[in-house]
């Protein structure tokens, strides 16, 4: 089943829909989430937000995007929220904020994700919707509510910082 | 096309996700363009160690998926059959933290179709 029939069916109070498009998704929300907010505790109340907020809305999908494209847009609003929330003291943040886990991971992998973490965050966010989801450039900027030219130059300016960043 | 919009599009197609006439265009320029072909060779090596560096990020708890279902479909605490294999009906009560939602499904020749949301 196409992922749009999915969230059709989600939308017709199908239990087992939700079920298979969280399988297909949550993964991918995290990580979005994750980098967004770089805290492993506020992503991880991101997905459930976004999950809930599909299960009360996704008679609001219009096929006119992607579903992963309308999920990230969902999900981003929740963690602006979330973000939001924790500035203002109404949540205890229980953990430090989030620093890539290098654990398993080359020194080479974990400075990769140093360099992306320091990024200003609309650029990080733009790095990875391009190079792990693979969106296009109108995709993305249709996520972040910017001209194309933006998502382009923010694109631009994390490209060139990353790649002196990880000069060998 | 020129470097400057050459050097836009570079780190999308390295991440695959350039539109193919944009790509075309974009390679038809590189091969003629010293500069921008190192640049497109720096920035594809550059998209592999962050496609590694993103998917090493260890995913969501498991316990996610049912604190998700529990604030939505519900703990399932009743299913009522009836009917057989040609057609039937079926309802199921759940709990969720708002409340006690049920729902009703009929089934024909194996095709489920939602019919009761309350």
């Known amino acids: ?19 298979e498009l969280y399988e297909r998704f949550a993964d991918r929300v995290f990580r979005y989430a994750l980098t967004l907010l770089r805290n492993r505790h506020l992503a991880e109340e991101v997905v459930q937000e976004t999950m809930i907020a599909v299960w009360k809305g996704a008679s609001g999908f219009e096929r006119r995007s992607q579903v992963s494209t309308w999920l990230f847009g969902i999900a981003r609003h929740q963690a602006h929220r979330a973000h939001r929330s924790e500035a203002k003291g109404a949540r205890v943040p229980a953990e430090r904020e989030e620093e890539p886990d290098p654990s398993g991971a080359v020194e080479r992998e974990a400075r990769v994700q140093r360099a992306v973490a320091e990024l200003p965050p609309e650029q990080r966010e733009v790095v990875f919707l391009a190079f792990y989801e693979g969106l296009p450039y109108d995709q993305i900027a249709r996520v972040q509510g910017v001209p194309e ?3 382009k130059s923010r694109m631009f300016h994390a490209k060139k910082r990353l790649a002196e960043e990880l000069k060998p | 096309m020129t470097c400057d919009q050459a050097r836009e599009l570079v780190p999308f197609y390295a991440a695959r996700s350039l539109p193919e006439f944009e790509g075309a265009a974009l390679i038809a320029h590189v091969v003629g363009c010293e500069g921008c072909q190192s640049d497109l060779v720096e920035t594809m090596s550059l998209g592999h160690e962050l496609r590694r560096a993103f998917a090493a ?62």
Request: charge should be negative; hydrophobic fraction near 45%; include cysteine.
């Open chain 1, 1 to 19: 089943m196409d992922d749009a029939r999915l969230v059709e069916r989600v939308a017709s109070g199908d239990g087992g829909a939700l079920r």
């Open chain 1, 149 to 151: 030219g933006t998502v």
């Open chain 2, 57 to 118: 990020v260890p995913g969501p708890p498991e316990g996610t998926c049912l604190s998700v279902i529990a604030n939505t479909v519900g703990v399932p605490l009743l299913r009522v059959d009836l009917g057989g294999d040609l057609a039937g009906f079926s309802v199921d009560v759940g709990a969720v933290r708002s409340g006690v939602p049920i729902t009703g499904r009929l089934s024909i020749l194996g095709r489920e179709v939602p019919i009761l949301r309350i």
